[in-house]
Structure formats: structure tokens, C-alpha cells
């Protein structure tokens, strides 16, 4: 068995982690992870920590969950892998068959890969190629997506070019193709626009206005529904997907909505969509999928979209694209028991009620004099730090003011993660109703323990 040392000396001479701006990282002790029970997670010296980002954003159940692990199990008995070209596996076939019957048959085929941005970067490519097949002429302009401010969507090229993330996306732009951004109802930072419901009136207008002009260019338009995550948690008020899916329908673009984080319970239904009665043409899925246990994702599309690639084999209509661990059984077995077990676990009623109980407790983090906004969907919470309320001025970069506090969290036993002046509070979907209120009272102390440690 290693020492820490002996692996935190592995880990910097070796690993080289995402997202990391790796100078920094090597003057840092890093937490390593040894195992994970339930909601929490364990270094390798034994300290425990509650999992207060599900593990960025999947874990649903619980680590190292026994219903999930016997899943697992009984698969791998059988086989871990073979390949969905020419030939097809059980699991895939009942997962797809599951997820299909969930979204109520509308969207009735399921195209698998294995992380969200492939989802995405699948429904790119499906959207365009569909109107493609379908009148090549006639749609000869139709390449170009419309995506929100500050959008993501991974960060494969496909998925960088409809990102609006100038921070992570910046310097891939000479690579991208051309993507059409519109205002996105970020409503703590648009008071000059009124209200919640004027901000949608002005986002939607924009929306319509720019349709207007370039609808015959635009294949479609990706938006992450109710939740724009990466962003900072910027959660989108009442009607807003329900105007972007009408205005989709009014000027034919196709609708894609990227559910990738934001599915499989995290907002307090199954899907987003459903908040809305929306009905996306596409939909991408990954993240919780496996309930934070295997690497799975999937794009969901309508029969009519399907369709359109069916033709004749000299038509070429085919859809050219796969990844070799594309359907992979143990994937699919562990996501089917995952579906199994939040519909046996009534997870998503449990969802919405902890994450109504928690609310009244967020609030308290308003008594902080840096606590500019806390914004709420289900179990998805992100905490706006901010330097002056008023102005809602944030603090400077290089402070890293909030990387202090996610370290402060640690410290008293919480893993949080900032995104640039946001805390988020992801947790696994199965924490219980005390150990989300300690995680805010964790999270309250972080931040009042670094206030005081800055004088900030
Ligand atoms: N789409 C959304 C909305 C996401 O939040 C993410 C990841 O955070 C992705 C796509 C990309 O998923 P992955 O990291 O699995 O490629």
C-alpha cells in the first residue's frame, strides 16, 4: 500500500487533471480519494467527507450502493463488452426500450455513447444531417446553431462551438463553427430589465428577432432546460423553456435540449422537460444516467427525425458516427438498475421534498455580507459570492476567494466546488435531510471563516 505522500508525489509527476490550472494544483495537498460510502467519500488516510458535488454532478443513490453493485455483478459474470456494430447486447436493448417508455414515447430512439458531450456532439450532428437528408436544396443553409449566453455543453469541438463560456471556450474559437448566441434570463445579474417576467419577455423578443432574420440558416437551437449549470447555476424563471420551444416550432429550427446534468432527478422531476411540458425533437442524456457508477450517455430523438435516415443505401442518407464502447453492457445494466431504484426509492418525490425543506435553511446564508444570491432547482444550489451586495461587484480573480472557502468546507468535512464566483452545492440525490443541513451549516462556517480570515 502507498503512503499519501508517495501518491500525492505519483499524482503531481503523472497526472495532469481538467479544468486544473495545474501550477497552483502542485502547491496544493490534494484530497485522494480511496473509497465511498452512501453520501460520503474517504481519502486514502481515512478522513470523511460528504459528497456535497455528487462526484461532479452523477451520483444519485449513494457510493458503493449494494442494489447497484449486485447489478454490476451479475453483468459482469456474463460479459463487460462487445461491440452495438452489426450486432446488438440485452442491457442496451432494455435501456433503450426504458428510456423511450419514460419520455412517453415521443422520443423513440436512443443513440448511446459515453459522456455528455458526445450526447451533444451526436444531437449536432443528427440536426444537421437531418435536414440534409431531408431536402438538401432547400435546407442548404441550415449550419448554424443558436445557443444562450454563457451556454455548455461539453468540451469536445462540436460542443465548444455552441458553448457561450468566453472563460473556457476562448481560445478554441479560431476552431469552432459559427454559432448564434441570445440572452439568457440570468436574472440576478439584469436588473435594469425588470422583473423575472419582463427578463423572459426581453430574452424570448431577442430570441424571436434574431429567428426572424436567420431561421433559414439555423438547424437548431441547444438550450440546457430550466438550469444552465456550469454557468454558476443560473436558473431560469417559469415560461422560459416554454417560449424558446414555441418560437423552435414557429420558425421550424429543431429544438434540442440538453438535459446532461440536469436529468434523472436532479431538479426534482425525472427531467427538466416535464417541469415545462416541453418536447424537445432532441434530448441529450449522460451524467446521472448510471447513477454516477460507469461512463454512459445518450441522445433520444423522434421517429420523424429517425426517418430521415432510413433511404436507400446508394441515397447515403447512413448517420456516420459511433464510439467503439457505444451500448456498453455494463453501463446500461448498472443505468437500468439505476432507473429500477428511483422509481422503487420514490427519488424524485424525495427530491422535491428535501429540497423544499432546505430552502428555508439557504436563506440563512443571506446573513453573510457576501452572500449576493442562492439560486435553487431541486438539489441543484449555487451561492453567489460577491465583494459588495449592492453593486454585486465580485472579488478579483486572483484573490481565488472562493477556492479558499471550498477549501474551508473541506477542512470541516464537505466537498464543494466553486465555478468562478459561484459555490455550487450538487449533492448526492440520496443524502439525507440531516446531512444537507449540515452541509449548509459547513458551508455557512466556510464562508464566514474565510470572511474573517481575509477581512474581507
Ligand atoms: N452538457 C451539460 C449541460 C453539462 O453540464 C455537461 C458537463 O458538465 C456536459 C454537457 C458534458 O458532459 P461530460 O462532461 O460528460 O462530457
Not at 447555476?233 to 420558425?251: A, M, N, Q, S
Not at 444537507?436 to 455557512?444: A, K, N, T
Request: hydrophobic residues 40%; contains cysteine; aromatic residues 10%.
Amino acid at each position: 500500500k502507498y503512503s499519501y505522500e508517495q501518491l500525492e508525489q505519483f499524482d503531481k509527476q503523472y497526472v495532469w487533471h481538467p479544468f486544473t490550472q495545474m501550477k497552483s494544483y502542485l502547491e496544493e495537498k490534494p484530497l485522494i480519494i480511496e473509497r465511498g460510502k452512501g453520501s460520503y467519500l474517504y481519502d486514502v488516510d481515512g478522513n470523511r467527507y460528504l459528497d456535497g458535488y455528487a462526484s461532479l454532478w452523477v451520483n444519485v443513490h449513494g457510493h458503493n450502493d449494494p442494489e447497484l453493485n449486485e447489478a454490476l455483478h451479475e453483468q459482469i459474470e456474463k460479459i463487460s463488452h462487445s461491440t452495438l456494430l452489426g450486432s446488438a447486447n440485452v442491457p442496451s436493448i432494455l435501456l433503450a426500450k426504458k428510456l423511450v417508455e419514460i419520455w412517453g414515447g415521443k422520443l423513440s430512439k436512443v443513440f448511446y455513447s459515453d459522456t455528455g458531450a458526445a450526447a451533444v456532439e451526436i444531437a449536432l450532428k443528427m440536426a444537421y444531417q437531418y435536414w440534409q437528408n431531408i431536402d438538401p436544396v432547400r435546407y442548404k443553409h441550415k449550419n448554424k446553431f443558436i445557443s444562450l449566453k454563457e451556454a455548455y455543453h461539453g468540451d469536445t469541438i462540436g460542443a465548444v462551438s455552441v458553448g457561450g463560456m468566453d472563460l473556457f471556450h476562448r481560445i478554441f474559437r479560431p476552431l469552432l463553427f459559427e454559432r448564434i448566441e441570445v440572452p439568457s434570463p440570468y436574472v440576478y445579474r439584469m436588473d435594469e430589465y425588470g422583473d423575472e417576467e419582463e427578463i423572459v419577455n426581453y430574452c424570448l423578443k431577442q430570441l424571436e428577432e434574431t429567428l426572424e432574420q436567420r431561421h433559414s440558416e439555423v438547424a437548431g437551437m441547444i438550450v440546457e432546460p430550466l438550469v444552465q449549470g456550469a454557468a454558476g447555476i443560473i436558473t431560469h424563471p417559469e415560461g422560459f423553456l416554454k417560449g424558446v420551444e414555441t418560437l423552435c416550432r414557429k420558425y421550424n429550427i429543431l429544438f434540442i435540449c440538453d438535459e446532461v446534468a440536469v436529468g434523472f432527478g436532479r431538479t426534482g422531476t425525472l427531467f427538466a422537460c416535464e417541469q415545462e411540458e416541453v418536447e424537445p425533437d432532441i434530448v441529450c442524456l449522460g451524467k446521472g444516467i448510471t447513477g454516477g457508477y460507469l461512463p454512459l450517455a445518450a441522445t433520444l430523438t423522434t421517429e420523424e427525425i429517425y426517418s430521415a435516415f432510413l433511404g436507400e443505401v446508394h441515397e447515403n442518407k447512413t448517420f456516420f458516427h459511433g464510439h467503439t464502447y457505444t451500448g456498453n453492457q455494463l453501463s446500461c445494466s448498472v443505468a437500468l438498475k439505476n432507473i429500477e431504484l428511483i422509481e422503487k426509492r420514490h427519488l424524485v418525490s424525495d427530491v422535491q421534498r428535501k429540497a423544499q425543506a432546505l430552502a428555508g435553511k439557504l436563506q440563512k446564508l443571506y446573513e453573510l455580507p457576501v452572500v449576493g444570491d442562492v439560486r435553487q432547482k431541486g438539489l441543484m444550489i449555487g451561492i453567489e459570492i460577491v465583494k459588495d451586495k449592492k453593486t454585486k461587484e465580485i472579488f478579483d480573480r486572483s484573490e481565488q476567494i472562493e477556492h479558499k472557502m471550498i477549501l474551508e468546507a473541506r477542512k470541516r468535512g464537505l466537498i464543494i466546488r466553486p465555478l468562478g464566483p459561484v459555490l455550487t452545492f450538487i449533492p448526492v440525490l440520496a443524502m439525507t435531510d440531516e446531512q444537507l443541513e449540515s452541509s449548509v451549516d459547513i458551508i455557512f462556517a466556510a464562508i464566514n471563516a474565510t470572511v474573517q480570515a481575509n477581512k474581507v
